[in-house]
């Protein structure tokens, strides 16, 4: 089974861009069907789900989220990673990254990102 490990900045200051990564142990990004996905947890609300990128490359987004989201991979670090710009302080959560291969899904450990001047 993978792991994964998410990293990246605790504070983030309004209008700037958040850049995640999540570094993955125990499999290949590339393997067929695996699906690699950002989820997020403001504080005191549901889980949110934000986007994906496939084995394949292939992208897609929260209808919510999209005009702001981007999700890349690096293959030859077996990292995928997030972007989301023009952050506000309702961007503040818990930011997860999961994977999904033949629906046994494995969760990161999650990282706090604040969002403050």
């Known amino acids: 089974q993978v792991q994964l490990q998410a990293s990246g900045p605790g504070l983030v200051k309004p209008s700037q861009t958040l850049s995640l990564t999540c570094t993955v142990s125990?499999?290949?990004?590339?393997?067929?069907?695996?699906?690699w996905s950002w989820i997020r947890q403001p504080p005191g609300k549901g889980l949110e789900w934000m986007g994906v990128i496939h084995y394949d490359g292939s992208t897609y987004y929260s209808p919510s989220l999209k005009s702001r989201t981007s999700i890349s991979r690096d293959t030859s670090k077996n990292q995928f990673s997030l972007q989301l710009s023009s952050e506000t302080p309702e961007d503040t959560a818990v930011y997860y990254c999961?994977?999904?291969?033949?629906?046994?899904?494995?969760w990161g450990q999650g990282t706090q990102v604040t969002v403050s001047s």
């Open positions: 999961y994977s999904d291969y033949v629906l046994v899904g494995s």
């Open positions: 125990g499999g290949s990004i590339t393997t067929s069907y695996y699906a």
